[in-house]
């Protein structure tokens, strides 16, 4: 099961870390990404980290600001968002599956709960 949490209130311009945890069993061997689904909108692909960490994949909108890492030890994936902006309001969902850095969402067995990220302008 996985665990998202890390979202928050921020401005325009700020940072937030958003971390995926698995509450059972590991992750270390699937690769994990990050979808997100504003108001009203159909549900994106954000950012995704093969297993071992060698391929990142990144949606256009995102790229330059947010960055995906993960630490297998910890059995933890980061998504370090920088420069936020009001366009990536949205509840961002953790997902696991494979092991290759695909943006594509069938490929992703295991999703989170979600958590929501705000950015005032």
């Known amino acids: 099961q996985l665990q998202a949490s890390g979202g928050g209130l921020v401005q325009a311009g700020d940072s937030l870390r958003l971390s995926c945890a698995a509450s059972r069993g590991t992750i270390s061997s699937y690769a994990v990404g990050w979808f997100r689904q504003a108001p009203g909108k159909e549900r994106e692909f954000v950012a995704t980290i093969s297993w071992r960490g060698g391929t990142t994949n990144y949606a256009d909108s995102v790229k330059g600001r947010f960055t995906i890492s993960r630490d297998n030890a910890k059995n933890t994936v980061y998504l370090q968002m920088n420069s936020l902006k009001s366009e990536d309001t949205a509840v961002y969902y953790c997902?696991?599956?494979?092991?290759?850095?695909?943006?594509?969402?069938?490929?992703?067995?295991?999703w989170g709960q979600g958590t929501l990220v705000t950015v005032s302008s």
């Open positions: 997902v696991a599956g494979g092991n290759m850095a695909t943006p594509a969402e069938p490929r992703y067995a295991y």
